[in-house]
């Protein structure tokens, strides 16, 4: 069975983004439309991509300040010395996490080179009424078959 056509369209923000995820959420939504892939179904995957993206977006800044391996103070067992020890950034963990994310999600909306052949574009829905049908309504809406309240013209 043929599932029915997608019409193309602008999703809502969702109401949780930040202001820098809501950049990143029109930018995304932006790149999508000229492409001519944009639904409004991929509100909640744009969204989540903007969450992530904000997210490695503060991890990347935090690695760019203390670097991937950083110093910290240490106790021994004897619970009176202290020595300088050395470990892994743990925002560089995070990065790394949202970096995978980020990239699965590009996939899913056909953003990569090899997933772009893979998208289809939304259907837009077609008219199947006839061409009097259609003038009949374009009159419809032009004039006016019962008066407004408070028309000078009215009897």
């Given at each position: 069975?043929?599932?029915?056509?997608?019409?193309?369209?602008?999703?809502?923000?969702?109401?949780?983004?930040?202001?820098?995820a809501r950049t990143i959420f029109k930018k995304l939504c932006a790149d999508l439309e000229s492409r001519k892939t944009l639904t409004p179904g991929d509100r909640e995957t744009i969204g989540l991509f903007a969450v992530i993206y904000d997210r490695h977006q503060r991890a990347l800044a935090d690695i760019a300040a203390r670097g991937e391996i950083v110093e910290f103070d240490s106790v021994l067992?004897?619970?009176i010395t202290k020595v300088k020890r050395t470990?892994?950034?743990?925002?560089?963990?995070?990065a790394v996490g949202c970096e995978k994310n980020l990239?699965?999600?590009?996939?899913?909306?056909?953003l990569t080179p090899v997933s772009r052949s893979k998208v289809k574009v939304p259907a837009?829905?077609?008219?199947?009424?006839?061409?009097?049908?259609?003038?009949?309504?374009?009159?419809m809406h032009r004039t006016r078959l019962v008066p407004s309240v408070g028309d000078k013209n009215a009897n």
């Open positions: 069975m043929a599932t029915p056509p997608v019409a193309p369209g602008r999703p809502k923000f969702p109401k949780h983004l930040s202001r820098e067992k004897d619970g470990k892994k950034n743990e925002y560089l963990d995070i990239f699965a999600i590009l996939q899913s909306l056909g837009v829905p077609k008219d199947n009424r006839t061409d009097e049908e259609k003038t009949f309504e374009s009159l």
